[in-house]
């Protein structure tokens, strides 16, 4: 009878270690709030992880990203038309005719950037490969990116600009279509 005992606690310390790496795991996570401000539907994307979804005007989609996260991209899909397996295309920033995007999309995108270091981060905006929806993108701690046009000062037009930016690491972070 003593082993169902020693069973039972041992289950019950693990449980409780898990329980703290898993909450620990979490606290390091940075939140993404997405908002289309735009009078027309936009269907965001983000990897590597988040996949896609489809917003309505004034709609809000959130993802967990986590702390570590490298080369992470967000960018707003325009004319798309998916079925209910999720697949199909989009005008501007299809990304293989998937819904739920584990590959970047085509151009024209307008793209937020951005890396997850722990303590610092750093994110910025990005039309290398076009312009096709409005965006800003701002972190809790940093300074704010908008970006209305093809022309739009905040945002790399190539990849030697110098237009990265530092927030705290954990940080929470806005993305707007249309702003």
């Known amino acids: 009878m ?12 693990l449980v409780v270690v898990l329980g703290a790496a898993l909450a620990a795991g ?8 997405i908002t289309n401000r ?12 988040g996949g896609g ?18 080369s992470g991209r967000v960018w707003g899909r325009t004319g798309c038309s998916f079925n209910g397996a999720g697949r199909g295309s989009c005008q501007t920033g299809d990304c293989g005719g998937a819904l739920s995007c584990t590959l970047s999309g085509r151009p024209p995108l307008t793209l ?7 303590s610092q981060d750093f994110y910025d905006l ?3 490969d076009g312009f096709n ?7 809790s701690t940093g300074a704010g990116l908008v970006c209305r046009d093809s022309s ?6 190539q990849p030697n600009d110098m237009k990265t930016h530092a927030c705290s690491g954990n940080s929470n972070y806005q993305v707007v279509f249309c702003p």
């Open 133 to 139: 929806v409005g965006m800003s993108f701002s972190c």
């Open 53 to 70: 979804t489809q917003l309505n005007p004034g709609q809000t989609w959130t993802i967990n990203v986590p702390a570590g996260t490298s």
């Open 112 to 118: 937020a950037e951005f890396t997850l270091g722990g």
């Open 126 to 128: 990005s039309v290398i």
């Open 26 to 33: 979490t606290a390091d996570a940075a939140i993404f709030t």
């Open 2 to 13: 003593a082993s169902p005992v020693v069973a039972s606690s041992s289950t019950v310390v």
């Open 152 to 157: 739009c000062p905040d945002a790399y037009h």
């Open 38 to 49: 735009c009078s027309f539907t936009v269907w965001p994307a983000a990897t590597p992880v």
